[in-house]
């Protein structure tokens, strides 16, 4: 895969050279030639080349010296130089905590020339100990009732959990609610001094608020345990908070919260709904944008929280930045996506998931401040528009990561580096220098780049004006005349209007050529050439254009290349006469990572099937081809053979030339390629293969093939009779075991029905007598008499 690479910078390094950018540039001064490319150079010797070939003098450096320019041109490069470079610091608190260093070098000065790229490399590192302030704003809307009474110790706690981080600790505290105009929050007369009215849960609250400054930075734990115990919450009449208002007012106003220069800026935002943002204002009548500045009054309340509109997320940003703060949304389950979202728009900003009554503020803090201390990412401020800044990041596994800028999952100590390439797009219209910063989000330390510009030539700082060098007639800077008006001329030697007939074969290729090849005037021995609609004319002779060369269905060059005199000077990757075959070989590598699977050619990227029978995208296709295994079988079975390895042999020597022949008893090797085939002796022989980087195989064969011994014909007889036998017995059993099953159960069911007979076993139970006895019981009275059954 190497290699491949290898060969198109080799041939786009040869490319440009057959191209010469340079000399087809058509640069009339030494600035031009140095805009061209950076490897162009600007020769001013004064003696340099012929007459009519002005264009020469831009040209390779290598080409100057050959044709006799010797040191005498002008070639600048970019360079870098590093002008403060502190070592970094190794712990934050100490009596010198002022001289903290986390980041080197601190000042550098980049030289650019246009198109011609310079590195520099900078260094991070999260320093131990290094002191931290931290700024607690809460929401005192009436939501927040339950989390007030939950941080009333808070100070001491986190004061003891931060000791364990840092021992150069202080904390500060802050409140906001909303802009106390409608439809923000109740302004109703009788809602002015308590909100809460007829609010049934909660009947007593203060007015509502914008922003309060409550506590300053201190390591007075006790005052803001205090402080805290103060406050009472108050109520807005829309969900949404004002807490934007007071985290730029926390940001902006450094002398009065108390931000040290030299310290960790944390700002722990913390609320239970989503804020209001920028034109919000507008439903309030503010229409004032917000001016990012700090309005803070003598009592530390904000002060045009009713007349300015809430802040942008891009000022939020700025400031947050301007002033090495980072933010912390701790905010409940409900709303964390909404501020996740934010974190991609406001730099150096997390977010952690609060509970209902923040009784995890404690470690949602340390959560976060690891997460903080965890990583380095670099911003870029004022970059010059016409500058390219291309990043490297190496982070704590070693690893480089082209195009970023960021590092992640660093231990406190860790250094992470950044290799930075800067490039100027081309020479800035206004002054020649600039200069832009590189910070890491959320620290003090930066670097300050100076940028200057190679723009101008040095043989253009001393001009000659009048110079005898152009006969007193123009002035002579950089090798070359510039003529006064009237006057022609390498040397202003002519005059406009005289006749050149007698030097108009200066202007001819050839004898019997043209002039200017009839694209153009013989003006002083020079050509002027035409100009084309269809591109550029140019040359010593006006013989060359951009236009005339090859097309592929209609595109010059194919548009892999460039027009050169006629001939299209391909770009790196093609060739043709133009430009229309490729030579990147990716699209012809099979799966093995073969060229064609090594049955055919790459030609122009597509794959050209010399191996008879073989087919497909890659020739991966072949019925009638022999495999691998059919191919190295050859060498196997001379080694089978012959006892000997292939040296001893002149024939296997010459079948196994491309392989590594290693001769084992057993084959254990699951990555390789298992072979195997039947011998004449109806043995079984196996060997696998692996392919080596060298472009050989590396061949492991048994030693000796696998046989199996004949089989015995009594043992196999007695085997086949004893199994007859034995299956035969088994029917058996289950014949007599299925039918005493049977008896069984037919004689249990002759004895229930016997044990269920109640008859004799003489007796008929169907035999009835043919004679019935009926009894009749009948009384009457005849003359007062009874009969009972008689007559008298």
Request: aromatic letters at 8%; charged letters at 20%.
């Amino acid at each position: 895969i190497e290699l491949p690479h290898l060969l198109r910078v080799l041939l786009a390094v040869t490319i440009f050279q057959c191209l010469n950018i340079c000399t087809s540039g058509s640069a009339t001064s030494c600035e031009e030639c140095l805009l061209i490319h950076p490897k162009c150079a600007w020769c001013f010797k004064e003696d340099f080349g012929s007459l009519r070939s002005v264009t020469s003098r831009c040209d390779l450096k290598a080409n100057l010296v050959k044709n006799g320019c010797g040191d005498e041109f002008e070639s600048p490069a970019s360079s870098t130089q590093v002008l403060r470079s502190l070592p970094l610091s190794s712990k934050g608190s100490s009596p010198a905590s002022s001289d903290v260093i986390q980041m080197t070098p601190q000042k550098i000065a980049l030289n650019l020339r246009p198109g011609d790229k310079t590195t520099f490399q900078l260094q991070v590192r999260q320093v131990e100990d290094y002191p931290v302030d931290l700024y607690y704003l809460m929401d005192l809307s009436l939501s927040m009732k339950d989390d007030l009474d939950s941080i009333r110790n808070l100070g001491t706690k986190l004061a003891e959990e931060m000791g364990k981080l840092t021992s150069n600790f202080r904390l500060g505290f802050g409140s906001f609610v909303d802009k106390n105009i409608s439809p923000f929050s109740y302004t109703a007369p009788r809602y002015q001094t308590n909100p809460c009215i007829g609010y049934k849960l909660f009947p007593n609250c203060v007015p509502s608020f914008g922003f309060r400054h409550l506590l300053p930075l201190t390591d007075r734990v006790d005052s803001f345990n205090e402080e805290v115990r103060k406050q009472r919450v108050s109520r807005n009449r829309d969900a949404p908070e004002g807490g934007f208002d007071a985290v730029l007012q926390a940001a902006v106003c450094k002398e009065k919260i108390g931000w040290r220069k030299d310290a960790l800026h944390l700002l722990v935002f913390t609320t239970d709904d989503v804020p209001h943002i920028a034109l919000d204002g507008k439903l309030g009548g503010l229409v004032q944008p917000h001016d990012g500045q700090c309005h803070l009054n003598e009592a530390n309340e904000y002060t045009v929280s009713n007349q300015m509109d809430y802040p942008s997320l891009a000022l939020l940003g700025e400031k947050l930045a301007e002033n090495n703060i980072n933010l912390i949304f701790a905010v409940t389950k409900s709303h964390y996506m909404l501020y996740k979202n934010f974190t991609a728009l406001i730099p150096g900003t997390t977010v952690e998931i609060l509970h209902g009554d923040s009784k995890n503020i404690i470690q949602l803090i340390i959560n976060a401040y690891n997460s903080i201390r965890s990583k380095v990412e670099l911003s870029v401020w004022d970059q010059p528009e016409d500058l390219n800044l291309f990043f490297t990041a190496t982070c704590q596994d070693g690893v480089s990561y082209p195009g970023q800028r960021k590092c992640e999952g660093l231990k406190i100590g860790d250094t992470a580096t950044f290799e930075v390439a800067a490039e100027a797009r081309g020479c800035p219209g206004g002054p020649a220098a600039a200069a832009f910063t590189l910070r890491p989000v959320g620290f003090r330390d930066s670097l300050q780049v100076a940028v200057a510009y190679h723009c101008r030539c040095g043989c253009s700082a001393g001009p000659e004006p009048d110079s005898a060098r152009c006969g007193g007639k123009g002035t002579y800077v950089c090798g070359l005349c510039e003529c006064q008006p009237g006057h022609l001329g390498s040397r202003c030697e002519c005059q406009e209007g005289e006749s050149q007939s007698g030097r108009q074969h200066l202007c001819r290729e050839a004898e019997g050529r043209p002039l200017c090849s009839g694209r153009g005037e013989c003006s002083c021995n020079q050509c002027s050439c035409f100009e084309s609609e269809f591109g550029k004319i140019y040359g010593p002779f006006c013989q060359c254009d951009n236009f005339s060369c090859a097309r592929n269905r209609g595109v010059l060059c194919s548009g892999h290349g460039e027009c050169h005199c006629g001939e299209c000077k391909c770009h790196a990757g093609y060739i043709g006469d133009n430009c229309n075959c490729s030579t990147d070989i990716s699209t012809c590598l099979a799966k093995d990572g073969q060229v064609c699977s090594d049955r055919g050619r790459c030609v122009c990227g597509q794959c050209q099937c010399t191996e008879p029978g073989a087919f497909g995208e890659t020739c991966e296709k072949c019925p009638t081809c022999p495999d691998a295994c059919s191919t190295k079988r050859d060498c196997v079975e001379c080694l089978l053979l012959h006892s000997g390895g292939p040296a001893e042999n002149q024939t296997c020597h010459s079948l196994c030339k491309d392989e590594v022949v290693t001769r084992v008893d057993t084959i254990d090797d699951q990555e390789a390629v298992l072979c195997f085939y039947k011998t004449a002796k109806d043995c079984v022989m196996m060997f696998t293969y692996t392919e080596l980087p060298s472009g050989k195989s590396n061949l492991t064969v048994l030693k000796e093939p696998e046989c199996g011994t004949a089989p015995d014909a009594t043992t196999i007889l007695l085997a086949v009779v004893g199994s007859i036998l034995l299956i035969g017995i088994a029917l058996l059993a289950i014949w007599k075991l299925l039918v005493t099953i049977h008896d069984r159960r037919e004689f249990a069911k002759f004895q229930s029905e016997r044990s269920r007979a109640r008859y004799e076993m003489a007796s008929n139970p169907l035999y009835r007598k043919p004679i019935s006895t009926h009894s009749v019981d009948f009384t009457f009275n005849k003359f007062n008499k009874s009969y009972n059954g008689t007559v008298d």
